[in-house]
């Protein structure tokens, strides 16, 4: 069955310094990813997603990901944290005949000054 | 509207009470779908409508939970007699079309005492 594990429920870093998120999933076939943020009482933003091509994908607010098949991993990255990225990140992979979203558990962020 | 529109936004009920959740997704969406989202939980799948039709309902935990989409636009999840386990945020989220960027509502929270 398919599946997306966080390994990190919460992270803490300083403001400024770099960032890295992890995602593992398992999916029969080349598998759609996303990256979404969740801030309190909001609903969910989606920050990424790759589908194909380049491994390397840029999304908004200065994220990445990079998708390494090898590892089965979808990894979320930003060079420097700002205060007002503290949220809750939600990796996730996409079926293809389905369209529905199976999520992970999350990884919690909080931002020190 | 500008983005997906969730009512009530919190909701408690009487264990055994039934309960309606409403979704406005956004305008000319065809694609919509229904999570719930338990506490420190990410988003588990309930069901996917394109235009009027149910094409996805295998994530509806029990008989007890009904999801209509009448005219293709608003939906509806319906919970009939309550119970604490259905404690949790109901997000809805709507898209263009088939594997396009889904757009996700502040949600419902709902508290079952």
């Known amino acids: 069955a398919q599946s997306v594990t966080q390994p990190d429920i919460h992270i803490t870093v300083s403001e400024g310094a770099s960032l890295e998120l992890r995602c593992n999933y398992s999916y029969g076939a080349t598998p759609y990813l996303f990256w979404y943020v969740q801030s309190p009482g909001q609903g969910l933003q989606l920050l990424l997603k790759y589908f194909s091509g380049d491994t390397l994908v840029q999304g908004i607010k200065g994220f990445e990901a990079e998708f390494k098949r090898s590892q089965s991993s979808f990894n979320l990255r930003k060079p420097s944290v700002h205060w007002s990225d503290a949220a809750e990140y939600f990796c996730?992979?996409?079926?293809?005949?389905?369209?529905?979203?199976?999520f992970g558990t999350g990884t919690r962020l909080q931002v020190f000054p | 509207g500008a983005g997906v529109s969730q009512s009530p936004r919190y909701k408690v009920a009487k264990r055994g009470q039934d309960v309606a959740l409403r979704c406005d997704p956004i305008s000319g969406h065809v694609s919509l779908f229904w999570y719930q989202q338990a506490l420190g939980q990410g988003p588990e799948f309930l069901t996917y409508?394109?235009?009027?039709?149910?094409?996805?309902k295998s994530g509806l935990p029990s008989d007890r939970f009904f999801a209509e989409r009448p005219e293709g636009s608003v939906s509806t999840l319906k919970i009939q007699r309550t119970q604490q386990e259905d404690s949790a945020v109901y997000l809805c989220a709507s898209s263009l079309s088939r594997q396009g960027e889904a757009f996700f509502g502040q949600g419902t929270r709902l508290t079952v005492v």
């Open positions: 409508f394109q235009n009027e039709a149910q094409l996805d």
């Open positions: 996730a992979v996409g079926e293809y005949n389905t369209d529905k979203l199976i």
